[in-house]
């Protein structure tokens, strides 16, 4: 079975941190992804990579950065947390070719005070 | 770029009753799709999927939904409620090429016993 895991279910974090949140997943997938999920508004996509050190931006980038050193792992960063950033963030990764389907891990609840 | 409409952010039904959840998508390309279920304090888990094969898809928990190219529709039912199918629903269609999915707004299920 494919396992995604996150660094952290819950997290809380001032104003102005600089936040990482880790993703790591075991089945040697290509792409990665980081959504943040809203009530109302579904999952929205902030950046993939589809390769050890690249990225793609997604539907809303600003204010996050993101980072794949190896294949296995994929952090997003926070450079500076506000509190319009309080959300659940979900991981995800896929194999990649004509094979869309998405893994996700459980997601990390970050609360920004 | 392709996109995915659900309406009716909350679903209710009685225990026993049919589930009928409606997905409708946007694409310019034969899409693949998908339904995942997403329970309290979870990440999304598969419930089905479309790959361009048999237009009827069986997933688990008895849920069932049906590519309808006409309609542009891939809706899914399950013939009798249960109570732990009380849980958050989303659909998902392929973006074709950079393997991303678009995700529809979903749709949180409340079963009344």
């Known amino acids: 079975d494919v396992k995604v895991t996150q660094s952290s279910r819950y997290l809380v974090k001032r104003t102005g941190e600089k936040v990482f949140l880790e993703c790591v997943q075991d089945m040697d997938h290509e792409n990665m992804f980081w959504y943040r999920q809203d009530p109302g508004l579904g999952l929205r996509l902030i950046y993939f990579?589809?390769?050890?050190?690249?990225?793609e931006k997604g539907d809303i980038p600003e204010g996050y950065s993101v980072s794949r050193e190896k294949k296995e792992r994929f952090s997003l960063i926070l450079e500076s947390a506000s509190t319009n950033q309080t959300s659940m963030y979900l991981c995800a990764s896929s194999s990649g070719g004509t094979d869309y389907e998405q893994y996700f891990g459980p997601g990390t609840r970050l609360t920004v005070t | 770029a392709q996109s995915v409409t659900q309406l009716g952010s909350h679903v209710s039904v009685s225990e026993g009753a049919l589930v009928l959840l409606r997905c409708n998508y946007s694409?310019?390309?034969?899409?693949?799709l998908f339904w995942y279920v997403q329970y309290p304090n979870q990440g999304l888990q598969l419930l089905l999927k479309y790959t361009s094969a048999a237009t009827l898809v069986k997933g688990i928990n008895g849920f069932e939904a049906e590519f309808k190219k006409s309609e542009t529709s891939f809706h899914l039912t399950k013939p009798s409620a249960h109570m732990s199918d009380a849980a958050e629903y989303f659909c998902a269609v392929s973006d074709n090429g950079n393997n991303r999915l678009a995700f529809g707004k979903g749709n949180q299920v409340v079963v009344i016993p």
């Open positions: 990579s589809y390769d050890v050190k690249m990225k």
């Open positions: 694409s310019s390309v034969p899409p693949y």
